[in-house]
């Protein structure tokens, strides 16, 4: 190496120190409780939405025509990029309880809430949570998944007390990084885990044992989200989708024909009974009923993760976008929310439907 070259090298890795570098670690808040002690009646319907960001959470108790802010983990613009103590990389919900996940390659802060107000951590004392770079809900269980050395998170039935899954033993010398899971009502409930190289990990018994399998090679790196609908996963590359109808055990590939500006972030999701899959900023938008067999969505589709309500609403956000879109029939959308200022904190890329307690 001549000493130009370094001298260049060495230029380019103190450029690009700061863009990595956390400036910030927000603090957790301490008006927060510990123990999870939620009482889920599952008494009323609800949307809620959280940002990529900072942990802002909005809730619509009126089938998404109107939004309340009822939690912000933190307003700092600094912590919560794509690592940091309030980055976020899950929501989900079960059983009448709602939570959000935040935490890359800090210690995961796990937060729940039965009625959509009232928020508590999902631990029941102070301590070093996973990670989470993924996080699903099922029959009652939350899931969080990581990387190779953290592996997988799972909360027992009353949300605050949490067990760690290894995944080393099933990778067999193999490596995975990046973590993204699922939960789909197969045969009574299973969950999915997705790795880096292609590496899937499923369990049929609730998160308690794991087995390992493989999607094929040419889904390349990359992979976003699984969704499950119609009997099969679903999950999310680059390219091509990776389709499974046996709950994780052999995967086939599927090219969606998605067009555009490429796909939307974490945007794959299942609504009317089919799987949408949309380009950013709704620039091209495609959907299936089985995961093979894909056509064009309505043009006024926007870009993004949609959830679906038990009255057939649908909600729509999406990363990068600072409003929340509404629609009855899938083909006419509103905006039922817009943020007041246009900032990390309120970049909206999360939602879920749930039945909740009513606030007293």
Known sequence: MTRTTLLIGMAIVLCAAPAFAQKEHAPIREDISYGARLNPRMERPVFAVCSKQGMRVLVSRDDGR?????????????????????????MTATKGVIGVFSGWGTPGVYIGSDDGLRWTHLNAEPGKLGSVWGAAGGNGIM???????????????TFSDWKAHSVKSLLDGGG?????????????????????????FYSDDNCRTWKHSRIPEEAGAGQEVIVYGNGVFLCSFKEHVARSSDGGETWTMHNPGLKGHGKSWRGLSFVNNEFWLTAQKGSHGRRSKDGITWDDLPKTTPGGRFVQSESGTIINVERRRYDIQRSEDGVT????????????????????????????
């Open 66 to 90: 109107s939004w309340r802010q009822t939690f912000l983990g933190t307003d700092s613009l600094e912590d919560g990029g794509w690592h940091g103590t309030f980055a976020v990389y899950g």
């Open 143 to 157: 899931l969080t998944s990581a990387d190779q050395w953290r592996g997988m998170t799972s909360s027992g039935e």
């Open 176 to 200: 995975t990084h990046h973590m993204i899971c699922g939960f789909g009502d197969f045969k009574g409930g299973r969950f999915i885990v997705v790795g880096d190289n292609q590496h899937v």
């Open 333 to 360: 959308w509103e905006t039922v929310f817009t943020a007041p200022q246009e900032d990390v904190s309120w970049d909206t890329a999360f939602a879920v439907s749930a039945r909740v307690n009513v606030v007293p």
